[in-house]
């Protein structure tokens, strides 16, 4: 295998970009949660107690993120910096809703499940580590 200093460049390269791109993306979330999260202090502030305790809830987020996204675009469609805070709250709306479900949880259950009653040892696999 025989790689030029340019092709470990280009590769290089692509490695930092993809980085970059990830970093982006990781502070658009981490600005997302802080607006969520101030969103919801406020929301919290000025409706009636029954309602503000929806507001804790996992879909909470992603309702107010479709508010976020109503708003710049029906009123502030031409704003750029409004676009950019509505796709950040959108973004970390989504993953607190995803993480929400607790997967590692169900697939594990899942897995479990399906192999219920199998015998592996009959199957030629060993229990033994």
Not at 59 to 66: D, F, H, I, P, R
Not at 73 to 80: G, H, I, P
């Amino acid at each position: 295998m025989n790689k030029s200093f340019a092709s470990a460049k280009t590769t290089a390269v692509a490695c930092f970009g993809d980085n970059k791109e990830n970093l982006v993306f990781a502070a658009k979330v981490e600005l997302g949660k802080t607006v969520l999260m101030q969103a919801k202090t406020r929301v919290k502030a000025v409706v009636p107690g029954f309602i503000g305790s929806y507001v804790d809830s996992k879909y909470s987020g992603l309702v107010l993120a479709n508010v976020f996204a109503f708003v710049q675009k029906f009123y502030l469609a031409d704003n750029q910096k409004a676009a950019l805070l509505t796709d950040c709250v959108m973004k970390a709306a989504a993953l607190d809703l995803g993480a929400s479900f607790d997967m590692p949880t169900k697939i594990n259950d899942y897995i479990n499940g399906a192999f219920a009653g199998i015998n592996l040892e009959s199957l030629g696999v060993s229990s033994e580590k």
